[in-house]
Structures are given as C-alpha cells and as structure tokens.
C-alpha cells in the first residue's frame, strides 16, 4: 500500500490558518488522498477527500500538487475545537476499501 | 446523515469475561463495517472487516477466535471479545461505509468502546 508521511505535531495560534502537510510520493493514479482527525477520546472524523484537483467543504480545504505527491489540509481559521491528530491516507478506488492510519499529526491549538 | 453508534460506550469487567460490543449504522445501510483498536497515545490499527451475511476478514495477527465478529443485518455488527484478559483492554472503535464497495465513499466512525478488563 502506497504510504503517507506527516509531522509528527504542530502548533498553531487560535483564529489563523493551519496547513497541515502530507507526502505520499508512491501515490498511484487511483489513488485518493483522504483526510480524517481523531479529537480525544472520540471515534475519527471524516474531513475531507480529493482525487486531483483542490476541494473545498464547510470543515476544510484540501490543496493537492500537481504531482499528486504532497497534499495539504488547510483550516481556514482554527478554533481550540480543532485540536486533534489529523490522519492523511490514501485509498485506491478499485481497493477493499479499508483505510490503514498511520501516526498523523498532532495538532495543537494556542489560545 | 451517516451517523454510527456504538455501544456501550465504556465497559468495565472482570477477567475471563466475554464483552459484546454492538456497532450500528442509524441512518444507511452498510454492507461492510470495519474494527479497529487502539492503545493510548497510538494510532488505530485494523482488526477485520466485516461483511454482511458473511465472515469477517481478519488482519493479519488478530486472533479470530478471540475477536468473534458478526455482520446479521446491513446496519448492525457486533464485535465479541471472548474470555477477555487485561491485555484485551483497550478503546475499540467501528466504522461503516455507505454506498458500494470501490465507491471511494468517506467512511463514518462509532465514538468507540473503552473496555477496561480487571
């Protein structure tokens, strides 16, 4: 399985942006970039998910190079809620579906 | 939408207890739901899937007759831990996808089951 790689945490101050990175350089052509956060003693979260072009929805936006080897989830403006471990994987469409997380990154907000 | 419930939400119990813990899609129907577990301050790791009307997948190292998992119906699986011990304890989650297999749709997470064996 084509493999992620994410910081192992961040910080970042209340009320700015957050981009958070993802390198999947062996990413294949049917390959989708998820996004999911895990907020303490909570079940994960779907964020948000992206094939080759940039997504936006209401949580999140996701910024995928044209190489698709690196993505990045982007909070427009983070709130003390979003801190959480945020995962990125990849599944193949044509796959059994099961996602596989890695470590994530941890992200901490600053009031 | 896409809201799954697990329950219960926390279980505390005896060794060499067996614990059932349900997993259920309130508001679609899930053909495969999948189990994870996790240790504190690590990531979630895949158990099995589990499929409707059929056996469950177990990943590689999971037991499976430790970890009885039953898929009756398209909106319930139950993951049973038999005769559990102290190293079993641990936070259990689910998740259940909807729409077909290979659809590339999001999947949707239970609040998981902390399960403390004594």
């Known amino acids: 399985d084509a493999k992620t790689t994410q910081p192992n945490s961040m910080e970042s101050n209340e009320e700015e942006p957050v981009h958070l990175p993802c390198n999947h350089s062996t990413i294949s052509g049917t390959d989708y970039i998820h996004w999911y956060r895990q907020l303490p003693s909570q079940g994960p979260e779907y964020v948000i998910h992206g094939l080759t072009s940039n997504v936006n929805n209401r949580m999140a936006s996701l910024a995928i190079a044209e190489d698709r080897k690196s993505s990045t989830l982007i909070l427009h403006r983070a709130t003390l809620r979003d801190a959480a471990v945020y995962y990125c994987?990849?599944?193949?469409?044509?796959?059994?579906?099961?996602?596989?997380f890695g470590k994530g990154t941890r992200l901490h907000i600053l009031p | 939408g896409a809201v799954v419930s697990q329950h219960p939400s926390w279980v505390i119990c005896k060794s060499g207890t067996s614990v059932k813990i349900e997993c259920r899609s309130l508001d679609f129907q899930a053909t495969t739901m999948f189990w994870y577990r996790q240790f504190p301050k690590q990531s979630l790791m895949l158990m099995a899937t589990?499929?409707?009307?059929?056996?469950?997948?177990?990943e590689q190292g999971v037991e499976k007759d430790k970890f009885l998992i039953n898929h009756a119906s398209l909106t319930l699986s139950t993951l049973t831990v038999t005769s559990a011990h102290p190293e079993d304890s641990s936070f259990y989650i689910c998740?259940?996808?909807?729409?077909?297999?290979?659809?590339?749709?999001?999947?949707?997470f239970g609040d998981g089951t902390r399960l403390s064996i004594l």
């Open positions: 998740s259940a996808m909807a729409g077909t297999v290979g659809s590339n749709q999001p999947q949707h």
């Open positions: 589990s499929n409707e009307g059929s056996k469950a997948t177990y």
């Open positions: 994987i990849l599944r193949a469409s044509e796959r059994d579906d099961k996602i596989i």
